[in-house]
């Protein structure tokens, strides 16, 4: 049949190909049987073998074998002068040091390596190196936990990590970088920090002392008066707040029993004033219902943070407020404080020290004569010197402002205010408060915003006697020329520089001359 004789044929072509596999497996088995090696021909080319490569091992010195045979392409990169990846922003070599994240006003963070004794002070100092902040006085580290809305100033002897070491592990708390005046005002203004109907005469070494003769002795010993008042307090697992009459001592927090009576059958101990830490509550109405805006907490310091740990207080007013917390600092760390507070005004930072030895150097100099120059030795003299001086200024630049054909350097003198420190753009009116009372409601703090209401105005916002106040600086013209005022007029101004200078030095329709710049640092 047809297909038997396909099958023989296929049958037949297959043996065929296994006989031509076994004849070449047969040759290659013969080749590769152990012979003596036959003598190589003459005419042969020598046979060239490899040899092995000694590999050192660098990695343990840390370098690359492969670094001088390959070159590199971007060698302008990879200095450490112009390489875009920060020298800090690598471990040190010493497992000494531990990585913590600080936040700026702005939101914008910053790692930075710390040793495990780093203090507030020290980690203060690094980062105004780090940001290259001209000011270096009133800076401070603020610890945030933003969902309880409660923060706190460290004060310059905490250690930073044994703090963090407090905090949950997946929580939101966080550090803050930024101003703080009022960190020991209560130092320098004590009777607008504690009024004397809030200081209690109930223990026997202040008995016979007037309240004023108590805030004296805060100035030299450090400790503080016993304060006492009512505060409304948040009741637990409610909503309901209940007004109690409260003692702060130096044995801890009681509260009365019975209206505010000092028996001591009618108080009730509340807390151990060296296990607890005492934060301002931010937005405590909405978080809390509080009663009032002047809301404050106290936490316990070894546990993480939990709603149910909180006891929750709230004041009348700023000032109330400001006095139990201040109290409280007082209480828990007495004469450290007081060192602190000697510690910063003696600036112990290298830069302020030569900052301070040139500005020593320089000297009033009288050049009106035809001598050369003559150094004013009269400190009355060198005064009014200076006023000439600045008024003289005053009148080159109104002049130079006024001049017609300087029509493009007139409209850069009217945005010189972008460029400084104290201008905040278009912040609303309560970020404003809010930016105010984070960085100290100390007399004479400003800044100046653009006004949200008013077209092509702007607004001054002052502090004082702890509230913030706020005056609006109206554009007039007069002659063609563009002026700023706040009194409708009567005193006129280039620019809002030259405004915020004269009232550096001058009240004016102000109640209190402008001292300290609100600024927010970028780090």
């Known amino acids: 049949m047809e ?28 080749n590769l049987s152990l012979q003596p090696p036959s003598p190589p021909e003459a005419d042969a080319p020598p046979i060239r073998r490899s040899q092995p490569i000694v590999i050192t ?9 492969l670094s001088s045979s390959v070159p590199n392409p971007f060698p302008e990169l990879c200095s450490p002068s112009k390489s875009p990846v920060l020298v800090g922003s690598f471990p040190p070599p010493t497992s000494n040091k531990h990585l913590i994240k600080v936040y700026g006003e702005d939101s914008h963070s910053r790692s930075v390596w710390v040793s495990r004794g780093s203090t507030t002070r020290e980690v203060c100092h690094m980062l105004v190196q780090t940001a290259h902040c001209s000011d270096q006085e009133n800076w401070a580290l603020l610890e945030v936990h933003p969902t309880l809305g409660l923060e706190r100033c460290l004060e310059d002897h905490e250690v930073v990590l044994e703090v963090q070491a407090t905090w949950a592990l997946k929580s939101d708390t966080r550090f803050v970088f930024c101003k703080n005046y009022a960190k020991y005002e209560f130092f320098r203004k004590p009777m607008a920090f504690f009024p004397e109907s809030m200081i209690s005469d109930s223990a026997d070494d202040n008995k016979g002392m007037t309240s004023s003769d108590l805030i004296q002795n ?25 007004k109690v009459y409260f003692f702060l001592r130096r044995s801890g927090l009681y509260c009365s029993n019975k209206g505010s009576s000092k028996e001591p ?32 907490s106290i936490k316990p310091t070894k546990n993480p943070p939990r709603l149910q740990d909180l006891k929750i207080l709230s004041g009348d007013s700023e000032q109330t407020r400001t006095c139990w917390t201040s109290a409280f ?19 112990p930072e290298a830069a302020k020290d030569v900052k301070a030895m040139s500005e020593a150097s320089l000297v009033a100099m009288d050049f009106s004569g035809k001598t050369g120059g003559r150094v004013i030795q009269n400190p009355v003299e060198a005064q009014s010197a200076e006023r000439e001086e600045g008024q003289a200024w005053r009148r080159r630049e109104a002049l130079r402002s006024s001049l017609p054909n300087l029509n493009t350097a007139a409209k850069s003198s009217t945005a010189v205010h972008k460029s400084q420190p104290w201008f905040h753009g278009r912040v609303s009116r309560k970020e404003t408060q809010r930016l105010i009372e984070k960085q100290g409601l100390v007399d004479g703090m400003f800044l100046i915003r653009e006004s949200q209401q008013h077209a092509k105005c702007f607004v001054l916002s002052l502090c004082y006697k702890l509230k913030t106040k706020h005056y609006l600086v109206i554009p007039c013209e007069d002659d063609g020329r563009r002026y700023f005022t706040m009194d409708d007029g009567v005193t006129l101004f280039i620019d809002l520089l030259q405004l915020v200078e004269f009232h550096q030095i001058n009240k004016g329709i102000l109640p209190v001359c402008l001292k300290h710049p609100c600024v927010c640092v970028a780090l």
């Open 3 to 30: 297909v038997e004789d396909s099958w023989k044929e296929a049958l037949d072509s297959s043996e065929e190909t296994s006989g031509d596999a076994e004849a070449l497996l047969g040759s290659s088995a013969q």
């Open 265 to 296: 059958r009618h108080l009730q101990y509340v807390a151990d004033l060296d296990d607890l830490n005492v934060f301002t509550v931010v937005n405590g109405r909405k978080l809390y219902g509080a009663p009032s805006d002047f809301t404050f």
């Open 329 to 347: 600092r007082l209480f828990k760390y007495g004469k450290q404080l007081q060192s602190n507070y000697q510690l910063s005004k003696t600036s």
């Open 57 to 65: 091992v660098n990695r343990a010195k840390g370098v690359d074998s």
């Open 218 to 242: 805060l100035l030299v010993s450090g400790t503080c008066p016993e304060i006492q008042g009512f505060l409304q307090v948040k009741e637990p697992s409610r909503k309901s707040w209940k």
